[in-house]
């Protein structure tokens, strides 16, 4: 199975550029990676999608190398409340048929005032 | 429009006994997924079902879980023979496409979850 790897947590301030990486080994070719933000008490929800190169919405912004074997989600400007725990996710083909859905363990991102 | 809806909200039972877990998907999505999440930790896949198609089941981590569902909307999980081990946040979420080798991109749209504690 591929693996997904992010920072356990990150600091920053109101107003700063937050940038938060993932990388994914054996992404397959046509498998997307997604970004989702979780509050406490609530399911996860969508930020932003991408294939490559690099993508933006009213949001935030995404840009995946050629390789495609990471990724990097920017916030700009941030405030209070984009605390929160960021999770990337890819597709996987995995070592046999079945497809799963690998998950990173996600990044607490703390914004401080 | 409505969201993705699960019930109950909150499930506390004791050890040895079963659970079922609701989710209902946006009307209209042909996927529906299952996760756990225990407490600080990332989304653990479970299951999937795609329209009519048999379910992927090989995320399930023992035979004591099973999922149905019916009518291609309203899925049921069940536990079997709870074990403490099992106590999790059970997040249910819905996409009109599944992602992956199969189609293109697709969000999916989470319900609020069921937080189940077995004594």
């Known amino acids: 199975l591929a693996k997904t790897t992010q920072p356990i947590s990150m600091d920053s301030y109101e107003g700063q550029e937050v940038n938060i990486t993932c990388s994914h080994n054996?992404?397959?070719?046509?498998?997307?990676i997604t970004w989702y933000q979780q509050f406490p008490s609530q399911g996860p929800r969508f930020i932003i999608q991408g294939y490559k190169t690099k993508v933006t919405n009213e949001v935030a912004s995404l840009f995946i190398p050629a390789d495609r074997k990471s990724s990097t989600l920017s916030l700009p400007r941030v405030s209070l409340s984009d605390t929160a725990v960021y999770y990337c996710?890819?597709?996987?083909?995995?070592?046999?048929?079945?497809?799963?859905?690998?998950w990173g363990a996600g990044t607490k991102l703390i914004i401080k005032p | 429009g409505a969201g993705v809806s699960q019930s109950p909200s909150n499930k506390v039972t004791e050890k040895g006994k079963d659970v079922e877990l609701r989710c209902d998907p946006i009307s209209g999505h042909t996927a529906l997924y299952w996760y756990r999440q225990s407490l600080g930790q990332g989304l653990e896949f479970l299951i999937y079902f795609q329209g009519n198609s048999a379910p992927d089941k090989s995320g399930l981590p023992s035979d004591r879980f099973s999922a149905e569902r019916t009518g291609g909307s309203v899925s049921t999980l069940t536990i079997q023979r709870t074990q403490q081990e099992d106590s999790a946040v059970y997040l249910c979420?819905?996409?009109?496409?599944?992602?992956?080798?199969?189609?293109?991109?697709?969000?999916?749209?989470f319900g609020p979850g069921t937080r189940l504690t077995v004594l």
């Open positions: 979420a819905s996409s009109q496409v599944l992602a992956g080798p199969f189609g293109g991109a697709d969000t999916q749209y």
């Open positions: 996710l890819v597709g996987d083909d995995g070592a046999d048929s079945n497809y799963q859905l690998i």
């Open positions: 054996n992404i397959a070719t046509n498998d997307y």
